[in-house]
């Protein structure tokens, strides 16, 4: 084949993903008034038809819990949990919802580890995320003492971290560890800018990251994931038959 026609040649169209291939979100904000998601109940049942529509059959909502700004509790989530469930058998809609939590790795993070009160899903998964400005101090340790106790981290949006972009020795060192890598779908879309975009193709071509997320917080975040139905690389990593989504 010519240069000219290697350039130009045609990228066979796909067809829309039913995100039936996914089965579970497992990171989205959907408990009202908690955190900077969902603001209302109504809010709650709208984005949950919207992902029954779109072929989910479960989410694991995962609210934050930051020792500054959204002090969630299980107790908080769990009884925000039981609002919604009853509100979805009023509805007569088929997804089902959990609820786990999405951790601030601070210093916070360290007593609720020795006090083994986090909430997790599946096999004690937990997911966790970081600071944008820079890698916390302290990281390794936190982690050490995370499966020390018995659970599975899981890195939430790895691809959105500055200080790991292109940094593919680091994130290798979290894989070899045992550290699982949840990536943002919209990340695909460019809606986190250019460089999280090639962050996260290049993810997942590397086969490096475990599950996906809508990380949804508002109706937008899903319109933004039904556009990328036909998006090459969602293709590619829903088709990856280890998906941890696919396991709940």
């Known amino acids: 084949m010519s240069l000219f026609k290697k350039l130009f040649k045609k990228t066979p169209k796909l067809d829309p993903l039913n995100f039936s ?22 809010d709650t049942l709208a984005l949950l038809r ?36 009853e509100a979805l058998k009023k509805e007569g809609l088929t997804i089902t919802i959990e609820a786990a939590a999405e951790y601030y790795l601070d210093f916070h993070l360290n007593d609720l580890i020795a006090e083994k009160n986090l909430l997790t899903f599946g096999e004690n998964y937990v997911l966790f995320e970081l600071s944008f400005t820079q890698e ?39 894989r070899d560890r045992g550290i699982l890598l949840q990536l943002n779908i919209n990340s695909l879309s460019g809606h986190y800018g250019p460089q999280v975009k090639r962050m996260a193709e290049q993810l997942i071509d590397r086969d490096w ?29 829903a088709q990856k038959p280890t998906l941890l989504n696919k396991q709940f």
């Open 21 to 42: 291939m996914i089965g579970t979100d497992l990171h989205s904000h959907l408990i009202p008034g908690i955190d900077d998601g969902s603001k209302s109940l109504e």
């Open 50 to 85: 919207k992902f029954e529509a779109l072929g989910y059959q479960k989410v694991i909502t995962t609210p934050h819990v930051m020792s500054d700004f959204y002090k969630n509790t299980p107790e908080i989530i769990l009884a925000g949990l039981a609002k919604v469930r």
């Open 136 to 174: 916390p101090k302290g990281i390794n340790e936190t982690l050490f003492e995370m499966m020390t106790e018995g659970y599975k981290p899981i890195l939430a949006h790895v691809e959105r971290y500055p200080f790991y972009f292109n940094n593919w020795k680091r994130i290798e060192e979290y």
């Open 209 to 237: 990251i475990d599950c996906i997320g809508s990380d949804c917080h508002h109706m937008e975040h899903l319109n933004m994931l039904e556009r990328l139905a036909t998006n090459p690389h969602l293709h590619k990593i």
